[in-house]
């Protein structure tokens, strides 16, 4: 079983940055998707953005130039480097872990609500 716990949570002004970590233990498969979700108030669960096993990205429109999603390379501490906050990013940030049945080198994971492993979340604020 992974287990997933967020750190990095806080809050700035307009125009900050905060780098937001995902501890995972357990053991983490080769074919492990890992994606951050966020709730975004009034609106349902949003994915932001999602990493493979090779280090291949996907983004949300929404912050697609501002934040960038990482992993050490023992793959066990996920990042979200998030930039250029605006006060739409505020919410409830969530790290996530899905085991893909099949995934190439090339493929992306998918940013859907279908991830099957998650972290206890942690509060981003930005302020005007």
């Known amino acids: 079983q992974v287990q997933l716990v967020e750190s990095g949570g806080g809050s700035v002004q307009t125009g900050g940055s905060l780098r937001l970590s995902c501890a995972a233990s357990?053991?983490?498969?080769?074919?492990?998707?890992i994606a951050w979700f966020r709730q975004v108030p009034g609106k349902e669960r949003e994915g932001v953005a999602s990493?493979?096993?090779?280090?291949?990205?996907k983004y949300a429109s929404s912050v697609k130039g501002r934040f960038t999603i990482s992993q050490d390379n023992a793959k066990t501490t996920f990042y979200l480097q998030m930039n250029d906050l605006k006060p739409d990013d505020s919410g409830m940030y969530y790290c996530?872990?899905?085991?893909?049945?099949?995934?190439?080198?090339?493929?992306?994971?998918?940013?859907?609500?279908?991830?099957?492993?998650w972290g206890q979340g942690a509060r981003v604020t930005v302020s005007s």
């Open positions: 990493i493979t096993p090779y280090d291949i990205t």
């Open positions: 996530a872990a899905w085991k893909h049945p099949f995934l190439s080198r090339a493929g992306q994971c998918t940013l859907s609500d279908i991830y099957t492993h």
């Open positions: 357990g053991t983490v498969a080769s074919t492990y998707c």
